[in-house]
Structure formats: structure tokens, C-alpha cells
């Protein structure tokens, strides 16, 4: 197929880019961020150069990666955040309508409100509680509403892309090993699933191999705390001379914030972002690795030189 894939400068392009061409698949990779040769610039926002672009490629499929995904950002700029994850998200699906293009949509665990004691499912009923999520969520709306042809795929707490791309939770926790930290605090009172993306990209090209259009969780298996995932990096690192300290939200340091945020006043956080792959199950393709055995793998491929 040809696929266009936005976002691809992002945590989660350079995998899905790299197992869609592996396969045979012909990739015209976008982006606002050119970090890469091979990308062409496209602004999702801008729907003159979404037409242009997907009229010139004629693409069989759009995978639509492209978002704002500063929890932080999207509550301080609430115009900003919905212009680019929902509208960015309107001028893709409104192309894939004009031309009759499958779509893709990578939405996230944001979209729940995280009261659940149970992990997630595609049954149960989103209710955001962040600007991020709601709109993220209107977006997943815009595919529904306007497309026939669609996979709206949900991941979790998302980490690779090794420290050139990876914005996220576990490069953030290594930069502060590396500078040296004695004390690091993580949360232990939100719980998730974390998405590999190397994991994500390989079982993203299998469903959408199978044709079988509609909504899906993608994630990988096992739920977990933030403390949790920064103990086994501590562990497969064998760091010993710093302190990983549990803390709960409501007393998590103010001169901590900026390791893991942006402001010291942070968006609101759902207290569970559990989700499984229930629909995957069902249909015998749920291949996903337990979360610590991607881990694993990550930080053995990218962070096994750490100073410790």
C-alpha cells in the first residue's frame, strides 16, 4: 500500500515508519518537525496543505500520529490543543472522505476519566477529565462521524523512540540519573499500561492488515504504577547510589514538577489510564509482550551505556 503517515518525527513514527516499510509498504513520511531527511513538511492544521498533499501522493491509507501531547500545553493553550488535535484531525479524516482513504487514528488513554478499578475496554464509555483528552476524544469523534473506512487506536502510557524522540516518562526519569539526582520522587497513585512503540507499530500493521475497521485498545499487557515501571529501570540499570522515593500527587515536590511537566500547576491526571486490548483478544491477534519485558528491551537498545 501507500501510506502517508503524520507525525513521523514524533515517539511513536520512526518505529511505525520503519515496520510498515519493512513489510513492503511504500511511506511518504510528515511532519512540522523535518529532524529527519525524509520527511516532508506538513502541518495538519493547514487543510490547503492536507488536500495538496494527500491529492499529490494518492495514498491508500492515512496513518494520522500527528498531535499535541503536552498534557500541560494542551490545558494552558486550550486553542491551540483543539486546533491541532482535533482539527488537525478534522482536515485529515475530511481528505480520506474526498479521496476514499482508509484512516488510521492514534488516540489515547486520555479519554477516560480513570474511576474504573478495572482496566479499560473499547466498551466502556469515554469521559475525559483534561483538555488533552477531550481533545483527543473529539477527534476519535470526527473519525466516526465522518468516515467509513477507519481504525481508531488507542494506546497507553507511550515510551521509545530511544532519547532523540522519546518526550515521555521514562527518558524524563533517565535525564535526571543522568544529571546526577541523589533523590528522585515518582508517583505511585496513577496507574497504566505502557505502550512500546517498536510493539505498537508491529501489531498496528497486522490489524490493519486484517481490514477489520472500527475502534481498538493497543497497548502493551500488564498494568502498573509510574514507581513501578521506575523501579525495574532502576533495576536492569543497577543503580544503587540514587533514591527512588514514592510519593502520591498531593505531595509530590514543587521543584520536582519540571523533570516530569511543564508547570507546576499540571492538567489534571486520570487516576487509572488501565486499559486492554479486549477487542485484539477476541479476535486472536493480541500479540502484545508483558510491559516489563518491553522494558526491557528499550532500555537495553538505548540507555544501556547510563551513567549510573
Known sequence: MKVLVTGAAGMLGGDLC???????HNVLKTDINLIEDDIKKLDVRNKEEVFSMIEDFKPELVAHLAAETDVDKCERE???AYKTNTMGTLNIAL???????TMAYISTAGVFDGTSSEPYTEFHKPNPINVYGKSKYEGEKVVENL???YFIIRAGWMMGGGPKRDKKFVNKLLKQIKEGKKEVYVLTDKTGTPTYTVDFSRTFVKLIETGNHGLYHLTN???CSRYNVAMKIFELLNIKNINLKPVVSTLYPKDHYKY???TENPAPRPNSEMMKNYKL???GINNM???EDAVEEYIKLYFSNQDN
Open 281 to 283: 483478544e477476541l479476535m
Open 78 to 80: 486550550i486553542d491551540h
Open 260 to 262: 516530569f511537566s511543564s
Open 221 to 223: 499487557k500488564g498494568e
Open 18 to 24: 520503519n515496520e510498515l516499510e519493512k513489510v513492503g
Open 95 to 101: 481528505a480520506c472522505q474526498k479521496y476514499n482513504i
Open 289 to 291: 509482550r508483558h510491559w
Open 147 to 149: 468516515l467509513n473506512k
